[in-house]
């Protein structure tokens, strides 16, 4: 069986997809959290049909991606595991001239990835290109970045309700996750 495979560009044996579930409980447990990190999830995942056609939609991006900022050390592509630049509130931009973004505050393969491509992370010009091409209706004029909490109560009770407040505000008919 295993000389099938020999040749079709199967990968080793020992190239196995990152376990970042267990990563990130054993992070938030080395920060000093007291227990492990809980994955939330939802028993009725609140999806709708669309009511119109994609090219008559407007797409709003939601990234876990943050600007990068002075003062808080390495943040670009390559850096090492940086909490000092994570977000702690929303954080909301132009989609049209969109700051440089760093995702050092988050867990990922780095081995691997070097997130020099804000494309995998903030796929706004293939939104935009998207739109110009008449695919889709059109970019909001803003992008929103959210935090990645340890606490689902701040996400759920903090977080959520400002960020529906301004996917209304920009009135969104989709939001994308570009989450990392």
């Given at each position: 069986?295993?000389?099938?495979?020999?040749?079709?560009?199967?990968?080793?044996?020992?190239?196995?997809?990152?376990?970042?579930?267990?990563?990130?409980?054993?992070?938030?447990?080395?920060?000093?959290?007291?227990?492990?990190?809980?994955?939330?999830?939802?028993?009725?995942?609140?999806?709708?049909?669309?009511?119109?056609?994609?090219?008559?939609?407007?797409?709003?991006?939601?990234?876990?991606?943050?600007?990068?900022?002075?003062?808080k050390g390495a943040q670009g592509a390559g850096a090492a595991?940086?909490?000092?630049?994570?977000?702690?509130?929303?954080?909301?931009?132009?989609?049209?001239?969109?700051?440089?973004?760093?995702?050092?505050?988050?867990?990922?393969?780095?081995?691997?990835?070097?997130?020099?491509?804000?494309?995998?992370?903030?796929?706004?010009?293939?939104?935009?290109?998207?739109?110009?091409?008449?695919?889709?209706?059109?970019?909001?004029?803003?992008?929103?970045?959210?935090?990645?909490?340890?606490?689902?109560?701040?996400?759920?009770?903090?977080?959520?309700?400002?960020?529906l407040a301004r996917l209304r505000e920009d009135q969104t008919?989709?939001?994308?996750?570009?989450?990392?």
């Open positions: 069986m295993a000389a099938m495979g020999r040749g079709l560009g199967f990968a080793a044996a020992h190239d196995v997809p990152v376990p970042y579930i267990d990563r990130s409980r054993d992070y938030y447990l080395a920060m000093g959290y007291p227990k492990p990190y809980e994955w939330a999830h939802l028993a009725e995942v609140p999806f709708t049909t669309l009511d119109k056609p994609l090219d008559k939609i407007s797409f709003t991006v939601i990234t876990t991606a943050s600007p990068i900022r002075p003062g595991m940086n909490p000092a630049a994570a977000l702690h509130e929303i954080y909301s931009a132009s989609s049209c001239d969109p700051p440089e973004l760093g995702i050092s505050h988050l867990h990922y393969d780095r081995a691997h990835t070097k997130a020099a491509d804000q494309g995998a992370f903030m796929p706004l010009a293939a939104l935009a290109d998207a739109a110009a091409a008449g695919r889709i209706g059109a970019v909001t004029p803003r992008f929103h970045s959210v935090p990645t909490r340890y606490s689902h109560r701040l996400s759920m009770k903090k977080d959520a309700p400002e960020l008919d989709i939001a994308l996750l570009a989450a990392i």
